[in-house]
């Protein structure tokens, strides 16, 4: 059983930047995808950026691209996602996610709780 607990999020006014953390629990993070999910009410939960066990390797989606960045620190077993540029339309619950094979497809095995952001115009 892993457990991940999201912190960072907040207000913030549009052009504005988050980063948010997340902690995991277990000896074997190292080797874990991490990703992060977010969903704003009345949509689906999406993808928004995931990074590899070995960090050799990130997936973006299309609508952050350019302007967020994940990343992990395994000594830390903490990943992290940095938004800069943010929009109203990033507005949602973010969701950490981690899974021993990949987060991009399927659902991944294991959520924190969510943290909100929310983007004023």
């Known amino acids: 059983q892993v457990q991940l607990v999201e912190s960072g999020g907040g207000l913030v006014q549009a052009g504005g930047s988050l980063r948010l953390s997340c902690a995991a629990s277990g000896r074997t993070f190292g080797t874990y995808a991490m990703g992060w999910f977010r969903q704003a009410p009345g949509k689906e939960c999406d993808i928004v950026a995931a990074i590899s066990w070995s960090a050799d390797s990130t997936y973006y989606a299309d609508s952050v691209k350019g302007r967020f960045t994940i990343s992990r620190d395994n000594a830390k077993n903490t990943v992290y996602l940095q938004m800069n540029s943010l929009k109203p339309e990033d507005t949602a619950v973010y969701y950490c996610?981690?899974?021993?094979?990949?987060?991009?497809?399927?659902?991944?095995?294991?959520w924190g709780q969510g943290t909100q952001v929310t983007v004023s115009s």
């Open positions: 996610a981690a899974d021993r094979g990949t987060v991009v497809r399927g659902t991944p095995r294991y």
